[in-house]
């Protein structure tokens, strides 16, 4: 069965830390990885894609990494700002069709 | 601009009373679907729909229909709302291959 997974589940830093979130999949035939940010009880906004040919991307503070054949994602997070406080969900699509697997998320909480 | 646009954001009705979400989206993407979000269980999916006239079921299609007459809208149809189906929904959206998901702002149904 393919599964993603998120561990910790929830995080809690002083401002200004880097930190870094992990996802891990089961089945490396992902066609990509996406990291998403939710706030509470709103919609899901898209961080960054990493396609599967892809080792890594790049937004600003934000810098994912993929590797395949460990099964694994990060999200690294520089320089924290309460702002970033949110649930960070990844998310893989696999061969079948359009079925996205979603982590169950890390709830991040930036301590001023 | 990029949209996927959901209708409504916010719905309370009674046990029994037919009701539909709407989605549209205009990138002109082949596959659509839909997820329910719930406190501990994360996004599952409730339908998918991979072109026109094609639909198939997801994690949890019970209680719940679609239909793909258009390429742009894909509707979420509930017969006969229980309470059990109070959730955050949303629809999403991709081009076919390894491309990035996109979400709709949700839509939180209350069935009372």
């Known amino acids: 069965k393919q599964e993603v997974t998120q561990i910790p589940a929830a995080l809690s830093v002083p401002e200004g830390e880097n930190l870094v979130l992990n996802c891990s999949f089961t089945?490396?035939?992902?066609?990509?990885l996406q990291w998403f940010r939710q706030d509470p009880g709103k919609g899901l906004t898209s961080l960054l894609l990493?396609?599967?040919?892809?080792r890594e991307q790049t937004s600003g503070r934000l810098n994912a990494s993929l590797d395949k054949s460990s099964g694994r994602s990060t999200l690294y997070i520089a320089a924290s700002q309460p702002g970033d406080s949110a649930t960070y969900l990844c998310?893989?699509?696999?061969?079948?069709?359009?079925?996205?697997?979603f982590g169950s998320g890390t709830r991040l909480s930036i301590r001023p | 601009e990029a949209q996927v646009t959901q209708n409504p954001r916010y719905l309370i009705t009674v046990t029994g009373k037919k009701l539909t979400v709407t989605c549209s989206q205009n990138?002109?993407?082949?596959?659509m679907s839909w997820y329910r979000q719930d406190p501990g269980l994360g996004l599952r999916q409730i339908y998918y729909?991979?072109?026109?006239?094609?639909?198939d079921k997801g994690d949890v299609p019970e209680g719940y229909k679609v239909s793909r007459k258009e390429k742009r809208n894909f509707p979420l149809i509930l017969e006969s709302p229980s309470p059990n189906q109070t959730s955050l929904y949303f629809c999403?959206?991709?081009?076919?291959?390894?491309?990035?998901?996109?979400f709709g702002q949700g839509t939180r149904l209350t069935v009372v």
């Open positions: 999403a959206t991709r081009a076919r291959g390894g491309t990035e998901a996109f």
């Open positions: 089945d490396s035939a992902i066609y990509n």
């Open positions: 990493i396609q599967s040919s892809q």
């Open positions: 998310a893989a699509p696999y061969s079948s069709a359009s079925k996205i697997i």
């Open positions: 990138m002109n993407h082949e596959y």
């Open positions: 729909s991979m072109n026109v006239e094609v639909t």
